[in-house]
C-alpha cells in the first residue's frame, strides 16, 4: 500500500534551517508530482510546494518563496523541504502529499505529518 | 492566484440527516478536458488530511457513496446523504487546476 512518511521535524530558532524529508513507498515515485502542505496548530490547511515528477517544474506559496527549496531524489524515493530563515509564522505540521495526476493538483495520498516549532 | 471560499464555516448535524456544504472560486475550475479541477477532503480529529472528492463529483477509492460532490465552474457543492459518526471532522474544498493550488477555508462538521 501507499506510504507516505515524513520526518526532520524539530523545534528551532527563529532565523535558523532545517531540512524536511519524506520517504515513500508503495507507488512509482519518479512518475508523480509531490506536494507539501502545512497546517498551523489549530488552523487550516495551507499549499506550500510543488515539484514535477522530474523535478523541472518547482513553484511556492507566497510566504515561504525566496525561503524554502523543495527538491527530490528519485534514486532513494525521498521528497525534501530547505526550510531557511525560519518564521514564527512558520510553525506548523508539514505534510507532504502524492500528486494524483499529472495535469491536477489533487493530493491523493498524504503521509501523517511532522512538526515543526520555530521559537525563541 | 485563485481564492477558495467555503459555506458555512461550522455545520452541526444530527445523526441520519443530510449536510451540504458549498464552495466557491475566484475563477472558473474548468480544465481544457471538461473536467472542473475541484477537490473535497476530509481531515478528522488527529489525522491527516484524505481525498474524498476529485474533478469536482467522482468518488476517491473506498469514499462511501453517501458523499456526493457536484457543481461546474465557480460553484460547488459537498453533500453527505446520512451523516454518521465517522464523518466528523474538518471539510476542504481544493482548486487544483494551477498552481498555486488553494484551500478553502474549511468547514468543521460535528454531530449534534
Known amino acids: 500500500q501507499v506510504q507516505l512518511v515524513e520526518s526532520g521535524g524539530a523545534v528551532v530558532q527563529p532565523g535558523r534551517s532545517l531540512r524536511l524529508s519524506c520517504v515513500v513507498s508503495?507507488?512509482?515515485?519518479?512518475?508523480?508530482?509531490m506536494h507539501w502542505v502545512r497546517q498551523a496548530p489549530g488552523k487550516g490547511l495551507e499549499w506550500v510546494s510543488v515539484?514535477?515528477?522530474?523535478?523541472?517544474?518547482?513553484d511556492y506559496a507566497d510566504s515561504v518563496k525566496g525561503r524554502f527549496t523543495i527538491s527530490r531524489d528519485n534514486s532513494k524515493d525521498t521528497l525534501y523541504l530547505e526550510m531557511n530563515s525560519l518564521r514564527v509564522e512558520d510553525t506548523a505540521v508539514y505534510y507532504c502529499?502524492?500528486?494524483?495526476?499529472?495535469?491536477?493538483?489533487?493530493?491523493?495520498?498524504w503521509g501523517l505529518g511532522t512538526l515543526v516549532t520555530v521559537s525563541s | 492566484d485563485i481564492v477558495m471560499t467555503q459555506s458555512p464555516l461550522s455545520l452541526p448535524v444530527t445523526p441520519g440527516e443530510p449536510a451540504s456544504i458549498s464552495c466557491r472560486s475566484s475563477?472558473?475550475?474548468?480544465?481544457?478536458?471538461?473536467?472542473?479541477?475541484l477537490d473535497w477532503y476530509l481531515q478528522r480529529p488527529g489525522e491527516s488530511p484524505h481525498l474524498l472528492i476529485y474533478?469536482?463529483?467522482t468518488r476517491a477509492s473506498g469514499v462511501p457513496d453517501r458523499f456526493s460532490g457536484s457543481g461546474s465552474g465557480t460553484d460547488f457543492t459537498l453533500k453527505i446523504s446520512r451523516v454518521e459518526p465517522e464523518d466528523v471532522g474538518v471539510y476542504y474544498c481544493?482548486?487544483?487546476?494551477?498552481?498555486?493550488?488553494?484551500f478553502g477555508q474549511g468547514t468543521r462538521l460535528d454531530i449534534k
Open positions: 475563477q472558473s475550475l474548468v480544465h481544457s478536458d471538461g473536467y472542473s479541477y
Open positions: 474533478f469536482g463529483y
Open positions: 515539484i514535477s515528477s522530474d523535478g523541472s517544474k518547482i
Open positions: 481544493m482548486q487544483a487546476l494551477q498552481s498555486p493550488p488553494a
Open positions: 508503495g507507488f512509482t515515485f519518479g512518475s508523480y508530482g
Open positions: 502529499a502524492k500528486m494524483k495526476t499529472r495535469l491536477a493538483y489533487s493530493c491523493e495520498y
